[in-house]
């Protein structure tokens, strides 16, 4: 299996773009997470989704983020305009939702934003 | 609500020597445990999970923990350090919907 796979893997872009991240989680998988990581607040959980439907985004910093999962196989973490505190490596991480709390989440190696 | 606390930012030990990094839980529920590894410029693996099935569960790469309801504790250890265990090291605990982190713990092995 080819594991959980973002692109881009690194993304420079200037304060006021439009960013879009993506994610492939791992076949057969039923739930899917975004997670931020900064030096200063560590690894932080944006939004999961179960069944392709969101579940949680209370940690969505604001209205500029926004995700997307239109199938099983794809989803997108959008930030509309950027701005340089968005500046982080950004983590999708996939499981398959047994209904057991012990269901592992696999990580993918993340996309590093930078906004100058 | 749960949360877990990692005690130690940054851990150094010599290279053979003990590796103990601290993890406290809180939930009230019971808790499914949870030790990942980070490398740099990677994203974070699974070291190992508790399970309930026993408290004492080993990992890979010679890890293991012990999960002691009693201290509300669930700290990783290996007896002789690596130079490869250098990483980062999350502890995060989970109810069955989503997963909450700690804060970390840097591992550094000098030679």
């Known amino acids: 299996d080819a594991g959980v796979i973002q692109s881009p893997r690194h993304e420079v872009t200037e304060m006021g773009q439009e960013v879009t991240l993506r994610c492939k989680p791992i076949s057969g998988h039923n739930s899917l997470f975004w997670y931020r990581q900064t030096m200063m607040r560590g690894l932080e959980l944006l939004i999961y989704f179960n069944n392709n439907v969101p579940i949680d985004d209370s940690g969505m910093p604001e209205d500029r983020f926004s995700a997307k999962m239109p199938n099983a196989s794809f989803s997108t973490l959008k930030i509309q305009p950027s701005e340089p505190r968005d500046s982080a490596v950004y983590f999708c991480?996939?499981?398959?939702?047994?209904?057991?709390?012990?269901?592992?989440?696999?990580f993918g190696p993340g996309t590093r934003l930078t906004v100058l | 609500a749960q949360s877990v606390t990692q005690l130690g930012s940054h851990v150094s030990v010599s290279e053979g020597a003990l590796v103990l990094l601290r993890c406290n839980y809180s939930?009230?529920?019971?808790?499914?445990l949870f030790w990942y590894v980070q490398y740099p410029n990677q994203g974070l693996q699974l070291l190992l999970k508790?399970?309930?099935?026993?408290?004492l569960v080993k990992g890979i790469n010679g890890f293991e923990a012990e999960f002691k309801k009693s201290e509300t504790s669930f700290h990783l250890t290996k007896p002789s350090a690596h130079m490869s265990d250098a990483a980062e090291y999350f502890c995060a605990v989970s109810d069955g919907n989503d997963m909450r982190f700690g804060a970390g713990t840097r591992l550094t092995v000098k030679p």
């Open positions: 991480a996939s499981r398959y939702r047994s209904g057991l709390a012990t269901d592992t989440q696999y």
């Open positions: 939930s009230s529920v019971p808790p499914y």
């Open positions: 508790y399970t309930s099935a026993a408290t």
